[in-house]
């Protein structure tokens, strides 16, 4: 009888594991469960991670509003922005000085992020983009300009009124 090394022979259950096919059930559960986790992670990063974004295209001034410049201090010296309240969509007034007034919806033309005021310029606090007092597009993110709406100032009655 010949010696037969029992170190030689493979075990028999690893022997099955070995030769076992994968089962096809099995790996097209594994692959969905990454493609959900993925998709998971993806969809938390754009709605939570990157701040308020509500997309553009919503920045339509629902009607007309006349804003009287004694109600907002803030006005008083030009270059100075303030959000005026009680429109529809986020609105800033500006006094860029001898009587011109600019109004700009504060919703970012980007993704819809909320520009704010920082003293001189709008920064978008999602992704960057900066646009001047008047509202064009000076740097950061690349976009089109804030959107504008015509105003008239009445010197008399210390009034801007901002039309749609
Ligand atoms: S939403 Fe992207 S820069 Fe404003």
Redesign the pocket.
Known sequence: MDYVNPRSKPLPVLEAEATEAPDPDRRAFISEAARLAALTVLVSACSGGLGS?TGPGSSTLSKAITVKLSDYPGLANPVSAVRINGTNIPLALVNEGNGQYTALSLI?T????TVQWNGQIFI?P????EFASDGHWIGG?P?TNLVSFPTSYDAAANTVTISP
């Open positions: 974004v970012c980007h993704q819809g992020g978008c999602v992704h960057g983009a993110q976009t």
